[in-house]
């Protein structure tokens, strides 16, 4: 029962571009969510999160979306930057701390 | 952000040994630690919950006598793989939450560097 979804397996972007990926979800219970970044061989480094009561969370270069009525998030990054190529995970939580993860997006930024 | 330290990063073992993996918060206490599993190009599998001073939650599917989990002290829990075979080999992540963060941040799992565990 995959609960939170990334339907794209991977994303291919032009340094200084913009990079949007995405993240649905089934379980109307996860009221907060996070992503992560990882590389290969280490463990995931948290990015950002956002709270299901605002629609929006900005931290640098990074800012997450959240659309609650479509069960949906997205995570833009701009501009790109080749150290952003990792693989990145979403994941939402409950209020008890439940967490489930995206299978992930692996994200290549071009020189 | 929290600090988990997990240790050894890389194992290598004969089949039907056992190895121990430990997975320590070197900035927080954690009172619930998580193990999960990570196959090749696919999502994170929460494998158990273990929690400080009693039995680990394991999910549905995670053999309990398989995958010993000890959770001793506030900073430190352990995943022994017992009677290790191929096909346990696997990315073997920690997790743990900062419960003393205000608000939501204290859902926000940290995770250690990962053990990459090969079973000849």
């Known amino acids: 029962d995959q609960q939170v979804k990334q339907n794209s397996p991977s994303l291919s972007v032009q340094e200084g571009r913009i990079s949007i990926l995405n993240c649905d979800y089934t379980?109307?219970?996860?009221?907060?969510f996070l992503w992560y970044k990882k590389y290969p061989a280490e463990g995931p480094t948290f990015l950002i999160s956002?709270?299901?009561?605002?629609d929006k969370n900005e931290d640098g270069r990074f800012t997450v979306f959240l659309n609650k009525s479509a069960k949906h998030l997205s995570l833009h990054i701009v501009p790109s930057q080749p150290g952003d190529s990792a693989v990145y995970f979403c994941?939402?939580?409950?209020?008890?701390?439940?967490?489930?993860f995206g299978a992930g997006t692996r994200l290549t930024v071009k020189p | 952000g929290a600090v988990v330290s997990q240790h050894p990063s890389r194992v290598i073992c004969k089949s039907g040994t056992s190895v121990k993996i430990e997975c320590r918060s070197l900035?927080?206490?954690?009172?619930?630690m998580f193990w999960y599993r990570q196959f090749p190009k696919q999502s994170l599998m929460l494998m158990a919950t273990?929690?400080?001073?009693?039995?680990?939650?394991?999910e549905q599917g995670v053999e309990k006598d398989k995958f010993l989990i000890n959770h001793a002290s506030l900073t430190l829990s352990t995943l022994t793989v017992t009677s290790a075979h191929p096909e346990d080999s696997s990315f073997y992540i920690c997790?743990?939450?900062?419960?003393?963060?205000?608000?939501?941040?204290?859902?926000?799992?940290?995770f250690g560097a990962g053990t990459r565990l090969s079973v000849l």
């Open positions: 997790s743990a939450r900062d419960l003393t963060s205000g608000g939501r941040a204290k859902n926000i799992q940290y």
């Open positions: 379980n109307s219970m996860f009221d907060y």
């Open positions: 956002i709270s299901s009561i605002k």
């Open positions: 994941a939402a939580t409950t209020a008890s701390g439940d967490m489930r």
């Open positions: 900035d927080f206490q954690a009172t619930t």
């Open positions: 273990s929690n400080e001073g009693s039995k680990a939650t394991y």
